[in-house]
C-alpha cells in the first residue's frame, strides 16, 4: 500500500506539529516495512527527518512555501496543498493519505485521516487574523 503523509507548510515551521511528525515517522520506519510512505514536503523546507529507510520518500510540493513573493499571502501555499498535493499523491499512486494539520485537500479523490489539531479559531475567533478565519471557517467542515 501507498500512504502518503501531508507535512506540507506551517506543519514543519510548528513546534507541536514537527515534533509529533517527526517521532510519527521514527515510530512508523520501525515498525512497518511491507508499506511505502511518500511525505509531501513544501518545496524548500527544513529537512526535518533525515535518513530514512527505502520505504520512505521525499516529495517536495512546489509553490508551497511561505519565502519568496509568490507566497507572502500564503495563497500559493492553498494552491499548492489543494491543487498540487492531489496531482503529486495521483502520479505516486497513494492509496490513502494522512492530513495531520487541520486540513484535508479538497480535491483529494482517495480515502484520507484527518486530525484536527486546533479549534482555536472556533473558540477564540478574536485571536485569529480574519483572512484565516474565514479561511478555517469554510475549509474545516469540508475537510
Given at each position: 500500500?501507498?500512504i502518503?503523509?501531508?507535512a506540507i507548510?506551517?506543519i514543519?515551521?510548528d513546534a507541536?506539529g ?15 516495512s511491507?508499506?511505502?510512505f511518500?511525505i509531501f514536503?513544501?518545496a524548500?523546507s527544513?529537512?526535518?527527518f533525515?535518513q530514512l529507510?527505502d520505504?520512505f520518500h ?8 511561505k519565502?519568496?513573493y509568490?507566497?507572502k ?8 496543498q489543494?491543487i ?6 495521483q502520479?505516486?499512486?497513494v492509496?490513502v493519505?494522512?492530513?495531520p494539520?487541520?486540513?484535508a485537500a479538497?480535491?483529494?479523490p482517495?480515502?484520507?485521516v ?7 479559531y472556533?473558540?477564540y475567533?478574536?485571536?485569529?487574523p480574519?483572512p484565516?478565519l474565514?479561511?478555517?471557517k469554510?475549509v474545516m467542515?469540508?475537510?
Amino acid at each position: 500500500m501507498n500512504i502518503g503523509i501531508d507535512a506540507i507548510g506551517a506543519i514543519s515551521r510548528d513546534a507541536g506539529g514537527k515534533t509529533y511528525l517527526i517521532y510519527l515517522i521514527k515510530a512508523l520506519s520501525k515498525i512497518c516495512s511491507s508499506n511505502n510512505f511518500y511525505i509531501f514536503l513544501s518545496a524548500e523546507s527544513e529537512d526535518i527527518f533525515g535518513q530514512l529507510p527505502d520505504n520512505f520518500h521525499k516529495v517536495f510540493c512546489p509553490y508551497t512555501n511561505k519565502s519568496g513573493y509568490a507566497n507572502k499571502s500564503g495563497y500559493a501555499k492553498v494552491f499548492g496543498q489543494h491543487i498540487l498535493l492531489p496531482l503529486l499523491a495521483q502520479k505516486y499512486q497513494v492509496d490513502v493519505m494522512y492530513f495531520p494539520g487541520n486540513f484535508a485537500a479538497l480535491l483529494f479523490p482517495r480515502p484520507m485521516v484527518l486530525s484536527i489539531r486546533s479549534m482555536l479559531y472556533y473558540y477564540y475567533p478574536e485571536y485569529v487574523p480574519l483572512p484565516k478565519l474565514i479561511y478555517r471557517k469554510k475549509v474545516m467542515p469540508i475537510s
